[in-house]
């Protein structure tokens, strides 16, 4: 029962405990023999998840029996025999049973009496374990007795144990064999408050509610004139945001789209793509939203897997798109849009049903290729219902801007949410939503109200750039304490919410308000789950875990996606058979580690496997492999996530080079490699070439062993400038390295979009000097920059060159 309980709360099948061991032993010679004790404390080992429960029984009183051979053996021995290193405990747990025929004392006042004949006690003695269990085996009852250091909560402990004690000796009895990991360590008020009572969220649902595009045409004839879209300062209202994508959705009809096709978009930002999303609605179909700035070879991919039957972009963008085939059709042609022009003003025919696609977005995927994520209209309209009055943005007529493009969620909720509730669009310039300023700016001066942004973008904005948003939504990351601390200290009558939810489970399925109290815990919840949702931490045997034990999360409700284009046996891997619901019910295993708080709140706890979120953006890092890959002068290859700097968590790909390589140039090549198939934010901040990778005893890559990156900066020329000595401290100072020099390139150096933002932020502070960010990227290097400032003429450099400390994420 107790290694059950270990393995329910260590997260672990394969468990040992120590097992404290009394027997007698005959001091002295003849006459003089005087019986007296010994103790000694030697590791049990049980395997919860491969045996059942009398196999287990059979084996624990095999080892034990086995164990007695060593009775007199020092643990120091049991520590070498066992093959473990001195520096790692061989166990952290103690178990201890005591059998006496002395009748049971009564129950004491920090005990509890339980059913049973079972008294449990909770003891704060020392310890030199976190946990010491003893079982007084008395002639009435067991005494079961926690010695529990904080923060284990001893009294948590009794309970599971003896719930498992009471299920365990029932399955002995009944069915011996069961598997152990089927025996439950919940009572059923636990399993009520965890199956049910936190996810009671049913709310109004089926094929009777109207779905988004239906909503979007209601506020419409509530408010025909009210402003939908402000972009670049254009204003566009809600009527003429309907005839324009009525017009281009009678068009779409007249080129065969039809329900359940797929048709992609690459259009711009703002305006024209949601025309784009609302026209391909009216006509009954998904969209596929693309990012020109990606490798052809990506999209190109996308467009086949997907199965679009024509993508609607512009002539600007025709080259960026590559044919093979498909059908490409630029709005903006002459002849087209003068068909779009004379088409209806008044909606097609048609309802969207809930079980319909409404777009189809590529994650990245571990097996090498991208993944195509199928969300339906009712999972869509399920969100907009339920998210956006619990994240602040239910206010009618609210102002919402937003940072990011359609082609991933992180937008979706702003503009879903203000289109069906009647807000103002705000689209901010692309160049500028990585300029702290320019952002601030826009926020101020158009009174924005509703702002979601990813934390690490939020960070490098500062807190001051969005202290004006009265609602401001974290997502698409964990949340840094340090961050939301700041926030919460900036901006009054501010709230700051966190909105959690895979792609697979329609842009966001939990949300809280997060305050200073759970800061100054140390936790950031990520909420509970919103209307029609229910969430399930599991352990390996889909069996539910205690509050505060960490599990695997999984998701179950109308929100969950479809599925993913044309890959059924990963849809199958993901979206498993739900063992609380209803017959033909799915949950969606999410990958994420997480555990219940005791007032129902989920906090996220890390990754079950090696996916990883970088600036908001979902990487598998075998993608990034199977491309690195495909080099001719690569023989091996490894990509892992480092994070060297608290809250600087960088892609890196140690590589093994072909025995025709050319090694010094070789990462240089790599990394333009990858650029030419992979999205900016997936190309490895470094690469490391590597003699040959690090394996351990089994074979397996060695991440322990991998070196740290050394970028390699400070070389050639010096400083000609004071200007050029300051852009180096600069470059230096962001980029956490102990020199740049004036020809270093900052993304060789491991910079990225977010960097560069903190640099903008440097330049700024001293040398006074506003340059757009785009400046970074076609400059690259101090000296670049230094003559773009020289050609500017409004630089000048402060009277303290000295740069401040670069904090970390988390100080942040």
């Known amino acids: 029962?107790?290694?059950?309980?270990?393995?329910?709360?260590?997260?672990?099948?394969?468990?040992?405990?120590?097992?404290?061991?009394?027997?007698?032993?005959?001091?002295?010679?003849?006459a003089d023999r005087v019986p007296g004790l010994f103790i000694n404390t030697l590791p049990v080992r049980v395997r919860v998840g491969a045996v059942g429960v009398g196999e287990a029984l059979e084996g624990v009183r095999d080892q034990l029996a086995e164990l007695l051979v060593h009775e007199h053996a020092p643990l120091t021995l049991a520590q070498q025999a066992s093959g473990i290193p001195g520096g790692s405990p061989l166990?952290?747990?103690?178990?201890?049973?005591?059998?006496?025929?002395?009748?049971?004392?009564?129950?004491?006042?920090?005990s509890d009496s339980a059913p049973g004949g079972v008294r449990m006690l909770l003891s704060r003695d020392a310890t030199n374990y976190p946990v010491a269990v003893s079982v007084d085996d008395q002639e009435s009852r067991f005494a079961l007795i926690v010695d529990a250091v904080d923060p284990v909560d001893g009294q948590a402990l009794c309970r599971l144990l003896h719930t498992c004690l009471d299920n365990l000796v029932t399955a002995l009895e009944d069915h011996p064999g069961s598997s152990l990991s089927a025996v439950d360590v919940l009572d059923e008020a636990q399993h009520n408050q965890l199956l049910a009572d936190w996810n009671d969220t049913a709310a109004e649902a089926g094929p009777e509610v109207?779905?988004?595009?239906?909503?979007?045409?209601?506020?419409?004839?509530?408010?025909?004139?009210?402003?939908?879209?402000?972009?670049?300062?254009?204003?566009?209202?809600?009527?003429e945001l309907e005839v324009r994508a009525n017009r281009l959705a009678h068009f779409l009809r007249v080129q065969g789209v039809r329900a359940e096709r797929v048709v992609g978009l690459c259009l711009p930002r703002g305006v024209e793509m949601l025309v784009g999303i609302l026209a391909v609605w009216k006509a009954g179909a998904g969209y596929l939203p693309l990012d020109p700035g990606q490798p052809a070879e990506r999209i190109a991919f996308q467009l086949r897997d997907s199965g679009a039957v024509l993508t609607l972009t512009t002539q600007q963008k025709l080259g960026s798109i590559p044919a093979d085939g498909h059908?490409?059709?630029?709005v903006d042609d002459t002849v087209v849009a003068a068909q779009i022009e004379a088409a209806p003003v008044e909606a097609p025919e048609g309802v969207v049903l809930s079980g319909q696609v409404a777009y189809v977005i590529y994650t990245s995927g571990s097996t090498?290729?991208?993944?195509?994520?199928?969300?339906?209209?009712?999972?869509?309209?399920?969100?907009?219902?339920?998210?956006?009055?619990?994240?602040?943005?239910?206010?009618?007529?609210?102002?919402?801007?937003?940072?990011?493009?359609?082609?991933t969620d992180l937008g979706n909720t702003t503009v879903f949410a203000s289109l069906v509730g009647g807000g103002e669009l705000h689209f901010l310039d692309e160049e500028a939503v990585t300029d702290p300023a320019a952002v601030r700016g826009y926020l101020t001066g158009h009174g924005i109200d509703c702002l979601k942004a990813v934390p690490s973008h939020v960070a490098a904005l500062g807190a001051d750039a969005v202290e004006s948003v009265e609602s401001l939504v974290l997502g698409g990351e964990a949340a840094p304490t340090g961050l939301v601390r700041e926030l919460l200290g900036s901006g009054e009558g501010r709230s700051v919410f966190n909105h959690y939810g895979p792609t697979e489970t329609t842009i966001g399925v939990a949300t809280t308000a997060l305050t200073a109290e759970q800061v100054a815990a140390g936790v950031v919840p990520v909420g509970t789950p919103v209307a029609n949702t229910r969430f399930y931490v599991l352990d390996g045997s889909l069996r539910p875990v205690p509050p505060g034990v960490a599990g695997e999360l999984y998701v179950a409700g109308v929100q969950l996606a479809r599925g993913y284009v044309g890959q059924p046996g990963l849809t199958g891997e993901r979206f498993v058979a739900c063992p609380f619901g209803g017959a033909g019910e799915r949950m969606y295993r999410t990958g994420d580690r997480a555990r219940w708080t005791a007032e129902g709140q989920v906090v996220f706890a890390g990754r079950a496997d090696d996916q990883v979120k970088i600036r908001g953006f979902r990487i598998e890092p075998g993608e990034v492999q199977t491309a690195l890959s495909a080099h001719p002068q690569l023989a091996q290859v490894a990509v892992v996530t480092r994070e060297d700097s608290p809250g600087d968590v960088r892609l890196i790909a140690y590589v093994v080079a072909a025995a025709d390589a050319v090694t010094d140039a070789l990462p240089g090549d790599v990394r333009d490699f990858a650029l030419g198939r992979l999205p900016e934010y997936m190309v490895p901040s470094a690469v490391v070439v590597l003699d040959e990778l690090p394996l351990t005893v089994s074979g397996k890559l060695d991440r322990k062993a991998l070196p740290a990156p050394e970028y390699a900066a400070g070389g050639g020329r010096g400083p000609a400038s004071v200007q050029e000595e300051i852009l180096c401290q600069a470059f230096a100072q962001v980029l956490g390295l102990p020199a740049v020099g004036v020809d270093d390139d900052f993304f060789a150096l491991g910079g990225h979009s977010l960097l560069a933002t903190r640099l903008i932020s440097e330049v700024r502070e001293q040398l006074g000097a506003e340059l757009p960010i785009r400046a970074v990227f076609a400059a690259r290097t101090p000296a670049g920059l230094a003559a773009q400032l020289a050609h500017q003429g409004n630089s000048r450099?402060?009277?303290?060159?000295?740069?401040?400390?670069?904090?970390?994420?988390e100080e942040s």
């Not at 004139?225 to 009527?239: H, K, L």
């Open 327 to 330: 059908r490409l059709v630029a």
């Open 91 to 110: 166990f952290t747990s103690l178990f201890n049973y005591r059998h006496s025929r002395r009748r049971a004392a009564a129950p004491g006042p920090e």
């Open 210 to 239: 109207p779905m988004v595009p239906e909503l979007f045409a209601a506020q419409v004839a509530r408010t025909p004139d009210a402003v939908a879209v402000v972009q670049a300062g254009v204003r566009v209202s809600y009527a």
């Open 368 to 407: 090498g290729r991208p993944k195509g994520v199928v969300v339906t209209h009712g999972g869509l309209v399920n969100y907009v219902s339920s998210v956006p009055a619990r994240i602040g943005f239910g206010s009618p007529q609210g102002r919402f801007a937003v940072l990011q493009g359609q082609a």
């Open 797 to 809: 450099p402060r009277v303290r060159p000295a740069l401040r400390p670069m904090r970390s994420q």
């Open 1 to 30: 029962a107790w290694a059950r309980v270990l393995a329910t709360v260590s997260g672990r099948d394969d468990v040992v405990f120590g097992t404290v061991l009394f027997g007698r032993m005959n001091a002295g010679v003849g």
